[in-house]
């Protein structure tokens, strides 16, 4: 089992930046891949960035060019830049981590809201 723990999450004006951090622990050994997912008022979750235990990363068409994944793993934590924010982008952003056994842990969440 893999523990998340997400921060950095807040209130932005439109065009800031925020960055949010996700803190794994427990069984590390076994995360193939992690991720960052949000979920909107209403609507249904939905993928913003992957990265692999390789470094190589896939993002959403809707955040490419304005967020970027990395991972630092001697500290066994996930980032999230996010710059030129939008409304839009407004939600709960939640951490993931997949195992090499395909199996999902989800940290608590962490809102980011972007007033205009």
């Known amino acids: 089992q893999v523990q998340l723990v997400e921060s950095g999450g807040g209130l932005v004006q439109a065009e800031g930046s925020l960055r949010l951090s996700c803190a794994a622990s427990?069984?590390?050994?076994?995360?193939?891949?992690m991720g960052w997912y949000r979920q909107a008022p209403g609507k249904q979750r939905e993928l913003v960035a992957t990265?692999?235990?390789?470094?190589?990363?896939n993002y959403a068409d809707s955040v490419k060019g304005r967020f970027t994944i990395s991972r630092d793993n001697a500290k066994n934590t996930m980032y999230l830049q996010m710059n030129s924010l939008k409304p839009e982008d407004t939600a709960v952003y939640y951490c993931?981590?997949?195992?090499?056994?395909?199996?999902?842990?989800w940290g608590q969440g962490t809102q980011v809201t972007v007033s205009s």
């Open positions: 993931n981590a997949r195992s090499i056994f395909q199996i999902d842990s």
């Open positions: 427990g069984s590390i050994f076994s995360v193939n891949s």
């Open positions: 990265i692999t235990s390789g470094g190589r990363t």
